[in-house]
């Protein structure tokens, strides 16, 4: 499976500024995704981040609050910008691997480390 | 009604017994199933995919996959405290390309 990194690890931010989160995979992938995981929570889809369009962008999530880039096939940044302190949780990028088994294609996604984020 | 719903537990087994986990989905047109596991303060890890009706092995984790019943289930043999983590099921739709996550259900296994 593909190696991911994220930076930072964790972060404590003042309410009212923006934090931009790093992905980096080891390979070249097609799909990369942004996710939020709140406390005691499941995972809730942020956005897919495209290579070469705009991140598309799930229901209650807005390019303003959360933009996106994808400059390459192995990096991509999400930046959580004006943060309150509802912000606090923690985000998760990760890559989907798609492989053939026979005539049948599998896809898997990847998780990376994650980035811990506290708003005060 | 949610994409996919697990119990939420806690379940707490003794070492060395069985723990199973179930999962059921409600877009019949899903084809990717997943476990992940979560240990606390950390990412979410894959550890069983599944494709085809039946039951899939690796180790002591089994998986267990009835698309009629919209069901996956996965069964780990002989638990260990280290099997102590938070088990989400995921699953892929092809009608979105996205995945759906449960909530996860709590496992301790108690020594």
């Known amino acids: 499976s593909a190696v991911i990194s994220q930076k930072p690890s964790r972060d404590i931010c003042q309410r009212g500024t923006s934090l931009t989160i790093q992905c980096q995979v080891d390979?070249?992938?097609?799909?990369m995704f942004w996710y939020r995981q709140q406390p005691g929570q499941s995972l809730t889809l942020i956005a897919t981040?495209?290579?070469?369009?705009?991140?598309?962008?799930e229901s209650g999530f807005v390019i303003d609050k959360f933009p996106i880039s994808r400059p390459n096939l192995t990096f991509s940044t999400l930046t959580v910008s004006n943060m309150s302190p509802e912000d606090s949780s923690i985000y998760l990028c990760?890559?989907?691997?798609?492989?053939?088994?026979?005539?049948?294609?599998?896809?898997?996604?990847?998780f990376g480390p994650g980035t811990r984020l506290t708003v005060l | 009604q949610k994409e996919v719903e697990q119990n939420s537990g806690p379940l707490s087994v003794p070492e060395g017994a069985i723990a199973s986990l179930n999962c059921t989905y409600s877009?019949?047109?899903?084809?990717?199933f997943f476990w992940y596991r979560q240990y606390s303060g950390k990412s979410p890890e894959l550890i069983m995919s599944?494709?085809?009706?039946g039951d899939k092995e690796d180790g002591r984790f089994t998986a267990q996959l009835n698309k009629a019943s919209q069901y996956v289930s996965l069964l780990i043999r002989d638990s260990q405290p280290s099997d102590s983590a938070t088990y989400l099921c995921?699953?892929?739709?092809?009608?979105?390309?996205?995945?759906?996550f449960g909530t996860g259900t709590s496992l301790t296994v108690i020594p």
């Open positions: 990760s890559v989907e691997d798609v492989r053939l088994q026979g005539p049948v294609s599998t896809d898997t996604q990847y």
């Open positions: 390979s070249q992938v097609t799909m």
């Open positions: 981040a495209n290579q070469g369009s705009e991140a598309t962008y």
């Open positions: 877009d019949r047109v899903s084809q990717s």
């Open positions: 599944i494709y085809s009706n």
């Open positions: 995921a699953v892929n739709s092809y009608t979105g390309n996205q995945f759906y």
